[in-house]
Each structure stands twice: as C-alpha cells, then as structure tokens.
C-alpha cells in the first residue's frame, strides 16, 4: 500500500511565508489621497472602503479589485493599494482561497501594473518567499498541471521572468516533488507535442522556454520511473519527453470524441 503523502512541511513553509508577510506588511503604506477609480465599475462606497482598514475590505471586493483592469485605477495609487491589501491577497491565492484561476491576478502585479519589482526589498522578498511556498504546494498535492502552469505564469508575470521559478521547481526535493515533476513532464510534454501549450494571460510568455526545460527534467522522470516501474504515468513521460526532445510528433493520437467523428452527436 502506498506511503501517504506528507504535506506538513509544505504547509507549514506556507504559514511561515504568511507570517512574513504579516510582519512585512503590518504598517502599509498610507495613500495620500481618497481612491480613484471607474465608478462604472466600482461603486463609490466601494472605493471608500478600499481605501480604509485593509483588514476590513470585503472578500468579493478584494477579488474585484485584483481582477480589475489596470487602467481603471490611478497609475500612482495602484502599487499602493495591492501593497496594503498584499496579505490578504497572498491567502486569497492558496489552495483553500477562493481563487480559481490566479494567472490574470497575479499578472497585475507586473510592470505594466502594480510593478512589483520595484517594491521595497523587504515587500518584495516576502512575496517572492510566499510565491515559492505557494509554487511547493501546487507541485506535491496532487493538483493538475493547468492549474501549476496558471500558478507559474502569474508569478512569473508578476516578477517578469519565469526561469527563477522553473529552476526552483526542479530544485524541489524529495519523493513528493518528484511525482510531481513526472506528472508535469508527462502533461506539458504532451501539450506541447500536440501544439496546444499556451498562457492565458502573459502575452510576452513563450511557451519554448518550458519546452527547452522539460527535457532538463528526464534524468529525474528516468530514476523515478526506475523506482516505480508498474507507474505508467513515469513511463508516459519518458516516451514524451524523449520525442520532444526529438523534434518529432506525439506517439499519441489527439483526443477526440468517437461518437462526434461518426456524425451521432451534433
């Protein structure tokens, strides 16, 4: 019978990185003015209380604001308003948070947004230390590889490079990392074969990178395919890996639906 999981220490380096970012972001920035923003879209009262208490801003506000075009805010109070709402942020993108898909959110925090790369060293090093945290979890609890690569893109968005973060993924040690990194080779390989890897939201993304770093990944599929040799999964990735790496096709046909190819289903 299978060993179970041990997510502990995943967990607990999360509410570590969210105690950083408590202490960080204890005393954020004041604005200087009340908040500007499309009343068409935001309601006056709503602005009011983005402005207010941080700790008081209601979920479904919080979630509106992250998702809310960049233009519709005032270019010099949009860094500061997602400095002050940071840690409510971080825990509105953990697993057990309420968001679905973080790529957009996460985006906004890029250069042509909240530019978190020129934050405060100290602000910046603590959402940098969440992100890693965040990026370990998605890796090991078993979720799919889409909602990693959401997860990946809106981190590497936010900071403008997705390199650090593949090579902090591959990093990763440990047998949970490892089936992770197998079910991510087999998942992106095949999307990539079959032309269909893209990112939802990161424009300036370029799919080869992740195309150039998988095969990097195949010495650890290999051995972990070697340990678990009923796994086909392991196996899979090896086949798919191995055929990225060669410039050829997938060896699998693309999923379609018998029943629609034969006319019963319109």
């Known amino acids: 019978m299978p060993k179970p999981v041990d997510l502990e220490p995943y967990h607990a380096m999360w509410r570590h990185a969210l105690a950083e970012a408590d202490r960080v972001f204890a005393s954020p920035p004041e604005l200087d003015r009340p908040v500007h923003g499309c009343t068409y879209c935001t309601a006056e009262s709503e602005l009011v209380m983005l402005g207010g208490d941080p700790a008081a801003v209601p979920d479904d506000l919080l979630g509106h604001f992250m998702r809310e075009v960049v233009s519709h805010w005032d270019e010099d109070q949009y860094p ?3 400095r002050r709402l940071m840690p409510r942020a971080l825990r509105y993108w953990a697993p057990e948070g309420d968001c679905v898909d973080p790529s957009r ?6 250069q042509d947004g909240a530019r978190l790369v020129d934050w405060p060293a100290p602000e910046r090093a603590a959402v940098e230390r969440a ?18 690569v959401d997860l990946l893109e809106g981190i590497s968005h936010a900071t403008g490079d997705i390199q650090p973060w593949l090579a902090y993924l591959a990093g990763l040690p440990g047998p949970e990392a490892d089936a992770g990194l197998v079910r991510l080779g087999l998942d992106w390989a095949t999307e990539l074969l079959w032309e269909e890897f893209e990112f939802s939201w990161w424009y300036d993304g370029d799919p080869q990178v992740i195309a150039a770093w998988l095969p990097t990944q195949r010495a650890r599929v290999a051995a972990f395919a070697a340990r678990h040799p009923r796994c086909k999964t392991a196996a899979d990735a090896l086949i798919a890996l191995d055929s990225l790496q060669a410039g050829g096709y997938s060896p699998w046909l693309y999923p379609y639906n018998p029943k629609k190819s034969l006319g019963l289903i319109r």
């Open 80 to 82: 500061v308003l997602w």
């Open 105 to 110: 959110e996460l985006g906004h925090l890029g």
């Open 131 to 148: 992100f890693r945290a965040l990026l370990a979890l998605a890796l090991v609890d078993g979720r799919s590889p889409s909602d990693i």
